[in-house]
């Protein structure tokens, strides 16, 4: 049985959290003040009530920039990508 499919270079795509999050005032309320206490913990104990968490999807550039190889990759694409 010979090679069926071969997928040179795929592209990866991935919903990730850019770190931009907006409260309701009862939300907040929910995170304890004298614990460690996450983004992803707090959303996930909201999905788990049953409440609703919303989220607003932005489409574009996006890199991770926090090892220094990674910082001046997006640099480098910076005039590429934003004609700057």
């Known amino acids: 049985m010979g090679l069926k499919r071969i997928d040179e ?5 991935y919903t990730i959290s850019a770190g931009a999050y907006v409260l309701s005032p009862a939300a907040l309320n929910r995170v304890p003040e004298d ?12 999905i788990g009530d049953g409440l609703a968490v919303r989220e607003q999807r932005a489409e574009g550039y996006w890199m991770d920039i ?10 480098a694409d910076f005039g590429a990508e934003f004609g700057g």
């Not at 270079?9 to 795509?13: A, G, M, V, Y």
């Not at 614990?35 to 909201?46: E, G, N």
């Not at 926090?66 to 640099?75: F, L, M, S, T, V």
Request: no cysteine; glycine share 4%; charged share 20%.
């Open 9 to 13: 270079k795929p592209t990866q795509s």
């Open 35 to 46: 614990a460690y206490y996450d983004m992803p913990a707090l959303i996930a104990d909201l």
């Open 66 to 75: 926090g090892r220094p190889p990674d910082y001046a990759q997006a640099n």
